[in-house]
């Protein structure tokens, strides 16, 4: 089993940036395909962006094409998502999610086994 703390959230203006990080603790960070999704007030989760275990491959939702980055630094236990341009619709709580399947079905968060405890962005207009 792998526990995941995020950080980094905080209040920026619109067009500023921040950079999220997701710690892995417990089992090897490499063994997981990792996503961060959001959750909105009064929304559902939504998928935000995945890497695979090597960090070869990435994919994210439109709505932040982009202006956002996620990578992984496997040896730190750590994947990060640079966010840049953030626009006041950004505002959520993030959540890293590790998942133990194959690099597929990646936009789905019951496809994730491993959640983090979330870390609140707000983008101020």
């Known amino acids: 089993q792998v526990h995941l703390v995020e950080s980094g959230g905080g209040l920026v203006q619109a067009g500023g940036s921040l950079r999220l990080s997701c710690a892995a603790s417990?089992?090897?960070?490499?063994?997981?395909?990792m996503g961060w999704f959001r959750q909105a007030p009064g929304k559902e989760r939504e998928f935000v962006t995945a890497i695979s275990r090597s960090g070869i491959s990435t994919v994210y939702a439109d709505s932040v094409k982009g202006r956002f980055t996620i990578f992984r630094d496997n040896a730190a236990n750590t994947v990060y998502m640079q966010m840049n341009s953030l626009k006041p619709e950004d505002t959520a709580v993030y959540y890293c999610?590790?998942?133990?399947?194959?690099?597929?079905?990646?936009?789905?968060?019951?496809?994730?086994?491993?959640w983090g405890q979330g870390t609140q962005v707000t983008v101020s207009s």
């Open positions: 999610a590790a998942r133990e399947g194959p690099w597929s079905t990646y936009v789905y968060s019951r496809a994730y086994d491993y």
């Open positions: 417990g089992r090897t960070l490499s063994n997981y395909v």
